[in-house]
């Protein structure tokens, strides 16, 4: 391998400061995991403080460096003051993950207004404040990514998921603007649709819709959390400098 592929190809982290949004658990504790072995300083936020603190010892085992901050995405307030601080004890804010997100499953017909307004919140507004807030930092140093966690529901829709798959659809539409608004100063934005990966999210649908799930997907299992978390470093890395407004989807070819 050449000096130059390595280069091209590696996905070495040292260095750069990064913030991951529901980080307790699932997707997000992966990706906080897999950027910090990479070589990063990962925040990692959640209103979990308890499991946030299981993360932060994972990673703090292997020897990189990690700090909890409790915070709720919708708290716009808290936000600001989480990449302020963020920013001001480690001396910038280059990596910017928006994975917090719920489910609360409903058909339309019967879906209520607190269900609606509560993933709106979380999944885009949330996205959206910690967008605005690491949008500073990132252009003052002409360098950053931001990487949102959407949905293959929010590109081909869900039957019982029409709040969710409207927030991760707009989550998709932020992406592709903020991308356009800061690519002049050097900040990338893109979005990983996942489909179906084995976390506490999925469990909760069940074994029997999960068996019927498998069988759409052509690779013939459910996803795990690295495959999110690989596909998330390749976007943070160097090598991904020159892809922005896109989103990079990691379904097994459920969509394809
Ligand atoms: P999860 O439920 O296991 O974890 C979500 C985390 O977000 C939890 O730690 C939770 O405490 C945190 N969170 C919830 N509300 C918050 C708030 N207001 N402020 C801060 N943190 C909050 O879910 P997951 O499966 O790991 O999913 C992570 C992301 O990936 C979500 O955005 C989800 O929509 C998306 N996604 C997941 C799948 C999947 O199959 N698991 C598929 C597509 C997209």
New binding site residues.
């Given amino acids: 391998m050449t000096e130059e592929t390595k280069r091209r190809i590696s996905t070495d982290l040292t260095g750069q400061i990064a913030l991951v949004?529901?980080?307790?658990?699932?997707?997000?504790r992966a990706i906080a995991v897999s950027l910090a072995q990479s070589g990063a300083k990962v925040a990692c936020?959640?209103?979990?403080a308890e499991?946030l603190a299981e993360t932060v010892a994972t990673i703090a085992a292997t020897g990189a460096a990690a700090k909890a901050m409790a915070?709720?995405?919708?708290d716009g307030d808290r936000v600001a003051e989480v990449v302020k601080q963020v920013a001001e004890d480690w001396g910038g804010l280059h990596i910017l993950i928006n994975?917090?997100?719920?489910?609360r499953d409903n058909v339309v017909m019967r879906m209520k207004d607190d269900q609606w307004d509560a993933v709106i919140a979380?999944?885009l507004r949330?996205t959206f404040l910690f967008t605005r807030a690491a949008a500073k930092p990132m252009m003052k140093a002409r360098r950053g990514r931001i990487i949102n966690?959407?949905?293959?529901?929010g590109l081909m829709g869900n039957p019982g998921q029409a709040n969710?798959s409207a927030s991760?659809a707009g989550v998709i539409g932020l992406t592709r603007t903020v991308a356009k608004e800061l690519a002049g100063r050097n900040v990338t934005v893109n979005a990983v649709?996942?489909?179906?990966?084995?976390?506490?999210?999925?469990a909760a649908l069940g074994e029997e819709i999960l068996e019927a799930v498998r069988k759409q997907i052509p690779l013939g299992r459910?996803?795990d959390?690295q495959d999110?978390a690989d596909a998330v470093l390749f976007l943070a890395s160097e090598a991904a400098g020159f892809i922005t407004g896109q989103v990079l989807t990691v379904d097994g070819g459920l969509t394809a």
């Fill in positions: 949004t529901g980080a307790a658990r699932g997707l997000g936020v959640d209103v979990n499991s915070c709720d995405v919708t994975n917090a997100g719920i489910t979380i999944n949330g966690i959407a949905s293959v529901s969710y991760k649709a996942p489909g179906f990966i084995a976390t506490e999210m999925t459910l996803g959390p999110v």
